[in-house]
């Protein structure tokens, strides 16, 4: 099991950039894959974004080019840097962690932060 906390939600022009953070309780190298996902009104829950632990990075198509995850591995945190924003990033974004299987594996979600791109 990890907690984990999210921050840098908020309100941004379109164009603009935005970082979100999400704090791990364990140490990242416990954890298999770290990632963010986000949920705009009628639409389903989607991937935006994953790493593992050994560096290896995925993104959703509609977001290449624009978004990077990255991690620090000292400040058990993941990071998305979200660049170009436009008003269809509007959404819920949700952290995610799943945990090696030697540690029990599972699952965890952070408790979502606001993501609006609006002028």
């Known amino acids: 099991q990890v907690q984990l906390v999210e921050s840098g939600g908020g309100l941004v022009q379109p164009g603009g950039s935005l970082r979100l953070s999400c704090a791990a309780s364990?140490?990242?190298?416990?954890?298999?894959?770290m990632g963010w996902y986000r949920q705009a009104p009628g639409k389903e829950r989607e991937l935006v974004a994953s790493?593992?632990?050994?560096?290896?990075?995925n993104y959703a198509d509609s977001v290449k080019g624009r978004f990077t995850i990255s991690r620090d591995n000292a400040k058990k945190t993941v990071y998305l840097q979200m660049n170009s924003l436009n008003p269809e990033d509007t959404a819920v974004y949700y952290c995610?962690?799943?945990?090696?299987?030697?540690?029990?594996?599972?699952?965890?979600w952070g408790q979502g932060t606001q993501v609006t791109v609006s002028s």
């Open positions: 790493i593992t632990s050994g560096g290896s990075t």
């Open positions: 995610n962690a799943e945990l090696q299987s030697n540690h029990g594996g599972g699952r965890s």
């Open positions: 364990r140490s990242i190298f416990v954890i298999k894959t």
